[in-house]
Nanobody, 125 residues
Framework: QVQLVESGGGLVQPGGSMRLSCAASGRTFTSYNMAWFRQAPGREREFVAVISWSGGATDYNLSVKGRFAISRDNAKNTVDLQMNHLKPEDTALYYC??????????????????WGRGTQVTVSS
């Protein structure tokens, strides 16, 4: 099991940028593919971005592709989400998640065993 703590959320204006970070502790960080999910009020949790254990492969929700970038630092046990050109519809609680399913780059929430508590991102003028 790995413990995950997100940080970096807050209020930002439309068109602005924000960087989220997730710190992991516990089991070896390179045992996990890592992802970000989000959940807006009244909506289901949705996939945002995923990165492989080595950092060599990534995938994104089409709604954020070209605006968001996921990265990881295996020496520091962190995974970040750089969010640019933010829109009001990006407003949500953002969760960091870890998956031991390494042979595929899954984007399905049920394949992620460990979750953080989330950090709120609000995009509003």
């Amino acid at each position: 099991q790995v413990q995950l703590v997100e940080s970096g959320g807050g209020l930002v204006q439309p068109g602005g940028s924000m960087r989220l970070s997730c710190a992991a502790s516990g089991r070896t960080f390179t045992s996990y593919n890592m992802a970000w999910f989000r959940q807006a009020p009244g909506r289901e949790r949705e996939f945002v971005a995923v990165i492989s254990w080595s950092g060599g492969a990534t995938d994104y929700n089409l709604s954020v592709k070209g605006r968001f970038a996921i990265s990881r630092d295996n020496a520091k046990n962190t995974v970040d989400l750089q969010m640019n050109h933010l829109k009001p519809e990006d407003t949500a609680l953002y969760y960091c998640a870890a998956s031991t399913l390494l042979r595929v780059l899954s984007i399905r929430a049920e394949n992620f065993q460990d979750w953080g508590r989330g950090t709120q991102v609000t995009v509003s003028s």
